[in-house]
């Protein structure tokens, strides 16, 4: 999942290995990872098994299932799913969530590395993960792994304007005096503002699929002042951080919390579906 709009992109490494370490970083608690990260509307579900046939008897592969937020709702919608997970301690939190389900092989590797069974998907699902996947051997990949005619599915997932807009304001503050690369003033974008259009670029260029079709959900969860504390130590930029800034960080924004906003506070996501069929 990409990281809470506050925090700012850190430029001082080269973007391979940043994206490399900050993929990493999941697997350092993922007790909390399954605790603190939130699930994806019924709705999304719905339009995968429309939009990209993941329904009940359908192969699906799912790219870094995380802990299990999207395998377990498709696993109890039929699909058969190969769950590939890099992170080991994600991985065996996966499997425990879905204990008893027969229906489900989670696979502790990388997806860049992983042998494609000789079987093809009827699907590829990743939820929140795709980013990532090497850029370089993500999209060939996926279209390697799926029959003709067969479904990539990515949902990613942004932080956007609505909820307790004044306090996502108002937290920059906390942001700006603890990691001083934020940039001054950053605010969450407007969901209308958001395009898929980087997404639907890559998968064109990829000269392996057809177009793009985008569905999009709203999502608003309200969460007390631990509770968004806890999500946000799930958050790879967040985690990076020296430990004194990151606790000066938290503080902050628990004092913000529980000062100004009664302890509680709403934050709005924006959930963006995207399928793309194989040529």
């Given at each position: 999942?990409?990281?809470?709009?506050?925090?700012?992109?850190?430029?001082?490494?080269?973007?391979?290995?940043?994206?490399?370490?900050?993929?990493?970083?999941?697997?350092?608690?993922?007790?909390?990872?399954?605790?603190?990260?939130?699930?994806?509307?019924?709705?999304?579900?719905?339009?995968?098994?429309?939009?990209?046939?993941?329904?009940?008897?359908?192969?699906?592969?799912?790219?870094?299932?995380?802990?299990?937020?999207?395998?377990?709702?498709?696993?109890?919608?039929?699909?058969?799913?190969?769950?590939?997970?890099?992170?080991p301690?994600l991985?065996?939190?996966?499997?425990?969530?879905l204990?008893?389900?027969?229906?489900?092989?989670?696979?502790?590797?990388?997806?860049?590395?992983?042998?494609?069974?000789?079987?093809?998907?009827?699907?590829?699902?990743?939820?929140?993960?795709?980013?990532?996947?090497?850029?370089?051997?993500?999209?060939?990949?996926?279209?390697?792994?799926?029959?003709?005619?067969?479904?990539?599915?990515?949902?990613?997932?942004?932080?956007?304007?609505?909820?307790?807009?004044?306090?996502?304001?108002?937290?920059?503050?906390?942001?700006?005096?603890?990691?001083?690369?934020?940039?001054?003033?950053?605010?969450?974008?407007?969901?209308?503002?958001?395009?898929?259009r980087?997404?639907?670029?890559?998968?064109?260029?990829?000269?392996?699929?057809?177009?793009?079709?985008f569905?999009?959900?709203?999502?608003?969860?309200?969460?007390?002042?631990s509770?968004?504390?806890?999500?946000?130590?799930?958050?790879?930029?967040?985690?990076?951080?020296?430990?004194?800034?990151?606790?000066?960080?938290?503080?902050?924004?628990?004092?913000?919390?529980?000062?100004?906003y009664?302890?509680?506070?709403?934050?709005?996501?924006?959930?963006?579906?995207?399928?793309?069929?194989?040529?």
């Amino acid at each position: 999942m990409p990281d809470n709009i506050t925090h700012a992109k850190r430029d001082d490494q080269p973007e391979e290995s940043r994206r490399v370490r900050l993929s990493q970083t999941f697997d350092e608690d993922a007790e909390l990872y399954d605790r603190a990260r939130p699930g994806y509307p019924p709705e999304l579900y719905d339009d995968l098994a429309e939009f990209a046939g993941a329904c009940p008897g359908s192969r699906v592969l799912e790219v870094g299932c995380g802990t299990g937020q999207a395998t377990v709702p498709l696993a109890e919608r039929g699909c058969r799913i190969t769950a590939v997970e890099a992170g080991p301690s994600l991985a065996a939190v996966a499997r425990r969530n879905l204990a008893g389900t027969a229906v489900v092989q989670v696979v502790t590797t990388e997806f860049e590395s992983w042998p494609l069974p000789e079987e093809p998907f009827d699907a590829v699902v990743s939820a929140s993960a795709f980013h990532w996947i090497d850029p370089a051997v993500r999209m060939a990949k996926a279209a390697d792994a799926l029959r003709p005619g067969g479904a990539l599915a990515v949902v990613r997932t942004q932080h956007v304007m609505g909820g307790s807009e004044e306090f996502f304001i108002e937290v920059q503050r906390c942001y700006e005096r603890f990691d001083p690369k934020t940039p001054p003033g950053l605010r969450p974008p407007a969901a209308a503002d958001i395009e898929g259009r980087d997404h639907a670029q890559e998968v064109g260029r990829s000269g392996r699929f057809g177009p793009t079709v985008f569905r999009r959900y709203e999502q608003d969860l309200t969460y007390t002042t631990s509770e968004y504390l806890e999500l946000l130590r799930t958050y790879s930029g967040h985690r990076v951080l020296p430990e004194a800034a990151r606790n000066g960080l938290l503080g902050c924004i628990a004092s913000l919390i529980d000062g100004r906003y009664d302890g509680r506070v709403i934050r709005r996501s924006l959930i963006e579906l995207g399928v793309s069929h194989r040529h």
